[in-house]
């Protein structure tokens, strides 16, 4: 799907594709399940189980310890890396994690997920999808408001480093390597940990109806 820049797929039908979107981000949440056990029920199990899906504290720590343990989905035993990853599962990924963050856990090894995540997309097209598709049920949505979500919680050198990041996917199509080679540094949370509480505080008091 990389290899086609994330623009529009010929050949797949929108309900499979939805499918598929769907069992990578379940898988996720179950490294190493089968796909037999991931589509236990059916599609319409996996639509159903899509659709209640709650975005809340334990589904965010249970995507948290997969993204760092694998950085990766997998899916009987085999593994497939997040950059490989459509856009409608990695933008539910991002909401979930930043959800959270913001509202509620404001956790070095959460934030560091939604590092990993941001720092394995290496191509501008696929960052912009993942923008618009940052919503709890991968449906569309602004993509600034979606940057804007994540801007609201970096302070001091991980805003500089994350937009250093950003220059380089729409510059060169390639990533640019900040320090670690990662968006932006987590320990420079600790360094400015007054101002970054600042900044969780704020971006918890804002109205995040846009993403449900």
Known sequence: MNDVDYRYLLGIQ???FRAIY???YKAMLSPGSTIAELLEG????????WERREAGMREAD???KS?????AVSVSNRFLSIDRLPPETIGPMLWTLTETYIG???SPLQEKAIVHILSSIRRWRHMLEALEHMSVDGTEVNAMESLERINSFLVDKQQDDFNKFLDGLALHGEATKPAMQYAWNVNDSMAYGEEKNKRLLAASRQPSTRYV
């Open 62 to 64: 249970e995507l948290t």
């Open 67 to 71: 993204i760092l343990l694998y950085n």
């Open 104 to 106: 509620q856990t404001h």
């Open 22 to 24: 769907q069992l990578l």
């Open 42 to 49: 059916g599609i319409q199990s996996l639509d159903s189980w």
């Open 14 to 16: 929108a309900d499979a």
